[in-house]
């Protein structure tokens, strides 16, 4: 990864910002604007920028292209700074119907960007505490982010998973001979995945802790635990637990066992976050995650992704708030923060020498 920060975005087409030019501080940026005005998106914008996908669950081409637009094309062009160098690198883009072009200072490129980019939700903390299925994609996505052989051992999991279930959905002929190949493929997998996880986990522990303080200046233990049924560290307890499982499976038509079933357990001094904490603390609890794979991501490659912070002020009280704004005003990673929300803008505008980003109906007003 590469220590790059986004010094000017201009993106044309990409929902309601049909034109815009957008120059960043490589500190914070604050991106204020009532409802409904375009902050997300240019967070997402940003974020597909540089990840070529958006943060939104099933949404491509059709969902971002402007409605309004006159062309069916989504244009990016960008200006990215890399800090200890004066050299500058542009990226630049056009996604339609019929696929994507990307040149990188001006060349011709399939390879995505090298820099890493987070973005936090407003709504994040809730699904992650709600939804087994939010906490295995949060660490997927994070995970993958840090580590690329996990990613592609992750892909090759999940294709060898879904042939498994087509067999066992459908039955073919000799469907078991085919699963019991499968499961040999599987195996493996399981062991590498698991393994990466506690690792992963391993990694995060002292950051989170530390973060929690840091960001709120309270001491608590937290700590995220791997919660699987059945931990798969050896290729014989896969291959136990599917012959275990077999009869169930094709009873069922899926596979309902292994790794792709593991849970994690965030812990707040011992107890389950979910149950024990007040939405508040569960807020504090998933943004000190957060900042804590920050922090591991800059340990990892000597350099801060691009953090897109949307609207998190819900739920944490004006003590809280402040305690965030100091803490992103001592961090030297870049950072758009977003809000509509007047008390925590006032509390933003506290911050010297941060870009005020104004944007209103799409457009964007510098103040
Ligand atoms: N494909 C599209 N084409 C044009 N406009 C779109 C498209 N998709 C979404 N929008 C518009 O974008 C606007 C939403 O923008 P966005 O989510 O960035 O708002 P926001 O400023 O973050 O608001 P909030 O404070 O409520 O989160 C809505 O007005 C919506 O109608
Ligand atoms: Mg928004």
Redesign the pocket.
């Given at each position: 990864m590469l220590p790059l920060k986004i010094d000017k975005l201009q993106v044309t087409n990409f929902?309601?910002l049909e034109e815009v030019v957008i120059h960043f501080s490589p500190g914070i940026n604050c991106i204020f604007?009532?409802?409904?005005?375009?902050?997300?998106?240019?967070l997402e914008a940003i974020y597909f920028l540089i990840l070529r996908k958006s943060f939104r669950k099933n949404t491509g081409f059709p969902?971002?292209?402007?409605?309004?637009g006159e062309k069916a094309e989504v244009l990016f062009s960008s200006v990215f700074t890399s800090e200890g160098s004066e050299d500058l690198l542009s990226l630049t883009g056009k996604v339609s119907s019929d696929g994507s072009s990307w040149y990188q200072n001006g060349k011709s490129t399939n390879r995505k960007l090298k820099a890493g980019v987070v973005f936090i939700n407003p709504f994040d903390s809730q699904g992650f505490h709600n939804s087994a299925s939010s906490r295995r994609t949060w660490v997927d996505d994070h995970l993958g982010q840090l580590d690329t052989k996990y990613k592609s051992e992750l892909n090759r999991y999940q294709k060898s998973l879904r042939f498994r279930n087509k067999l066992l959905s459908k039955k073919p002929n000799e469907f078991r001979k085919q699963i019991n190949a499968i499961d040999q493929d599987l195996a493996p997998l399981s062991c590498y995945l698991t393994m990466a996880r506690l690792n992963f986990l391993e990694q995060l522990k002292p950051f989170i802790q530390r973060a929690f303080f840091d960001l709120f200046s309270e001491n608590h233990h937290l700590e995220i635990m791997l919660d699987a049924k059945v931990m798969i560290q050896t290729p014989e307890t896969y291959l136990e637990l599917a012959q275990k499982n077999q009869e169930k499976d094709e009873i069922l038509g899926y596979t309902h066992h292994g790794v792709h079933k593991d849970d994690y357990t965030l812990l707040f001094d011992g107890l389950n976050s979910f149950d024990y904490c007040s939405l508040g603390q569960q807020k504090m609890s998933y943004l000190s995650l957060l900042f804590a794979y920050i922090e591991l991501f800059r340990y990892k490659f000597n350099s801060f992704p691009i953090v897109l912070l949307d609207?998190v002020s819900g739920e944490l009280d004006k003590l809280r708030w402040r305690r965030l704004v100091d803490y992103l005003k001592a961090k030297k990673f870049q950072i758009l923060i977003?809000t509509?929300n007047d008390r925590f803008k006032d509390e933003l505008e506290t911050i010297t020498g941060s870009r005020r980003i104004l944007?209103d109906g799409g457009s964007i007003q510098l103040f």
């Amino acid at each position: 990864m590469l220590p790059l920060k986004i010094d000017k975005l201009q993106v044309t087409n990409f929902r309601n910002l049909e034109e815009v030019v957008i120059h960043f501080s490589p500190g914070i940026n604050c991106i204020f604007g009532d409802n409904g005005n375009g902050k997300t998106n240019i967070l997402e914008a940003i974020y597909f920028l540089i990840l070529r996908k958006s943060f939104r669950k099933n949404t491509g081409f059709p969902q971002i292209l402007s409605i309004d637009g006159e062309k069916a094309e989504v244009l990016f062009s960008s200006v990215f700074t890399s800090e200890g160098s004066e050299d500058l690198l542009s990226l630049t883009g056009k996604v339609s119907s019929d696929g994507s072009s990307w040149y990188q200072n001006g060349k011709s490129t399939n390879r995505k960007l090298k820099a890493g980019v987070v973005f936090i939700n407003p709504f994040d903390s809730q699904g992650f505490h709600n939804s087994a299925s939010s906490r295995r994609t949060w660490v997927d996505d994070h995970l993958g982010q840090l580590d690329t052989k996990y990613k592609s051992e992750l892909n090759r999991y999940q294709k060898s998973l879904r042939f498994r279930n087509k067999l066992l959905s459908k039955k073919p002929n000799e469907f078991r001979k085919q699963i019991n190949a499968i499961d040999q493929d599987l195996a493996p997998l399981s062991c590498y995945l698991t393994m990466a996880r506690l690792n992963f986990l391993e990694q995060l522990k002292p950051f989170i802790q530390r973060a929690f303080f840091d960001l709120f200046s309270e001491n608590h233990h937290l700590e995220i635990m791997l919660d699987a049924k059945v931990m798969i560290q050896t290729p014989e307890t896969y291959l136990e637990l599917a012959q275990k499982n077999q009869e169930k499976d094709e009873i069922l038509g899926y596979t309902h066992h292994g790794v792709h079933k593991d849970d994690y357990t965030l812990l707040f001094d011992g107890l389950n976050s979910f149950d024990y904490c007040s939405l508040g603390q569960q807020k504090m609890s998933y943004l000190s995650l957060l900042f804590a794979y920050i922090e591991l991501f800059r340990y990892k490659f000597n350099s801060f992704p691009i953090v897109l912070l949307d609207d998190v002020s819900g739920e944490l009280d004006k003590l809280r708030w402040r305690r965030l704004v100091d803490y992103l005003k001592a961090k030297k990673f870049q950072i758009l923060i977003t809000t509509a929300n007047d008390r925590f803008k006032d509390e933003l505008e506290t911050i010297t020498g941060s870009r005020r980003i104004l944007v209103d109906g799409g457009s964007i007003q510098l103040f």
